[in-house]
């Protein structure tokens, strides 16, 4: 198997966040570079697990500019074992001063519907393992 590499975004590579399709399109999310560009989200405060070159998992905290206090954890996304995402989450907050609440936004009825539960078990099952506390709305 491919090595696993881990770690934060530097400036200049904030496209490397949006390769990885977005699992829940359906979702109204702020975007990644519109996050970027209103100072929310930081290059240092996004991780990517990489295996192959490839980002199979994704996440960013968010501090709004003028906020005080550690960032949030908005965006995790995971096209992997979970094992890999908690991996990812750990690094993470080791450098971002330690697990906080995992902020997930899911449709409506999201346990009903089985392509929505496909989707998030395996993020909720890594921030789970990480130490990260899960709040959903929807």
């Known amino acids: ?3 696993l590499v ?3 975004l530097v400036a200049g590579e904030e496209s ?3 390769s990885m399709p977005d699992p829940l399109p359906q979702l109204r999310q702020v975007s990644y570079a519109d996050g970027i560009a209103g100072g929310g ?3 240092e405060n996004t991780w990517v697990a990489l295996r192959a070159g490839r980002v199979i998992g994704r996440a960013a905290w968010l501090l709004p500019p003028g906020a005080a206090g550690a960032p949030r954890l908005e965006r995790f996304d995971l096209a992997a074992e979970p094992e890999v995402g908690a991996a990812l989450l750990r690094a993470a907050h080791k450098a971002l001063g330690g697990p906080g609440l995992y ?3 899911l449709p409506a009825h999201w346990r009903r519907l089985p392509e929505v539960l496909a989707v998030v078990k395996a ?3 890594a ?3 990480a130490g990260s506390w899960s709040a959903v709305s929807g």
């Open 1 to 3: 198997m491919t090595e």
């Open 6 to 8: 881990i770690r934060s």
């Open 16 to 18: 490397l966040f949006g």
């Open 41 to 43: 989200y930081r290059p």
């Open 103 to 105: 902020y997930a936004a």
């Open 123 to 125: 993020p909720m099952a």
């Open 127 to 129: 921030a789970r393992f």
